[in-house]
């Protein structure tokens, strides 16, 4: 007889992060409060992924090892496709889960069936998990989905945030499709809009979660492959009705692309002495 599903299904793609996998494990594997398993997506990893994994002993951990890189975003995807639970978490191997957050995220969820997918604020943390500091949307309580597409489109910016603070419901994830390569530098915000189109997102005011900035080259090229990104989903966003996004909306959201660019470079030069992490997208 098969064991009933998990409430919610934690998915951690992985690609030779053995200097972080432990913690990050680690802070899923202490939650309390709500029924989950784990799937740990190894892209191939040749460091020691596979001996951390298996020191914790935990039954809750299924293990999947792929003998080639298949890049990032199908590591995604792959991982994803073998989540059983009702609600789903991408969760990056180097970031951390603080307590409470699976059991409050999925009590969102719960309490609220037109919601797809919940955030909240989180804390930006460097290599060794000193906080530098909280960043994401002040705004709690539920927000329409179209109207929060709008939002980030006139920001632009990814309001949601990144994966590891989100939690989705899994038959809306199902009903938008998988991440898309596509999107490469925009990735998760072009899965967020999709998710927007199948119910609403709700911002939660505490903060459950931590991204960590690693140091490394972040080229002029990069920023400007992130600006080009994020310009062709707002052009995309706008080519479809469903998504309520104007032609002035993307005018207001390119502007704010561009600046929010400066922006981080600022950030990174302020805080990681002129070098600034890599894309995430490159980490798994």
Not at 107 to 132: F, Q, S, W, Y
Not at 136 to 158: C, D, K, Q, S, W
Request: some cysteine; glycine content about 10%; aromatic content about 8%.
């Amino acid at each position: 007889m098969n064991a009933p599903a998990p409430r919610v299904s934690v998915v951690i793609p992985v690609f030779n992060c053995d200097r972080y996998l432990g913690a990050a494990l680690g802070s899923v594997l202490a939650q309390t409060g709500v029924d989950f398993d784990v799937l740990v997506s190894d892209n191939a990893s040749t460091d020691r992924t596979a001996e951390i994994v298996r020191s914790f002993g935990d039954e809750r951990v299924r293990y999947l090892y792929s003998t080639e890189n298949v890049g990032a975003v199908p590591n995604w995807n792959a991982g994803m496709a073998q989540a059983t639970g009702e609600y789903v978490k991408l969760f990056h191997a180097d970031d951390l889960l603080y307590d409470g957050c699976l059991a409050k995220q999925a009590a969102v969820l719960d309490a609220n069936p037109g919601v797809a997918l919940v955030c909240g604020p989180h804390d930006i943390i460097d290599e060794r998990g000193r906080r530098v500091m909280t960043r994401g949307l002040r705004r709690p309580g539920v927000i329409g989905g179209r109207e929060a597409v709008r939002m980030m489109a006139r920001r632009g910016t990814n309001l949601v945030g990144e994966p590891s603070g989100v939690m989705m419901r899994a038959s809306a994830y199902r009903a938008a499709g998988p991440f898309t390569e596509r999107a490469r530098y925009v990735v998760d915000l072009e899965m967020w809009v999709r998710l927007l189109l199948e119910g609403d997102l709700y911002v939660m005011a505490e903060t459950l979660s931590a991204y960590r900035i690693q140091r490394g080259s972040w080229s002029n090229d990069l920023a400007a492959s992130q600006t080009g990104d994020f310009r062709a989903l707002l052009r995309q966003l706008a080519a479809d009705p469903r998504f309520g996004v104007s032609g002035t909306d993307v005018a207001v959201g390119t502007l704010g692309a561009w600046r929010n660019t400066k922006l981080r470079r600022v950030f990174y030069a302020l805080y990681l002495r002129g070098e600034a992490p890599d894309a995430k997208v490159t980490d798994a």
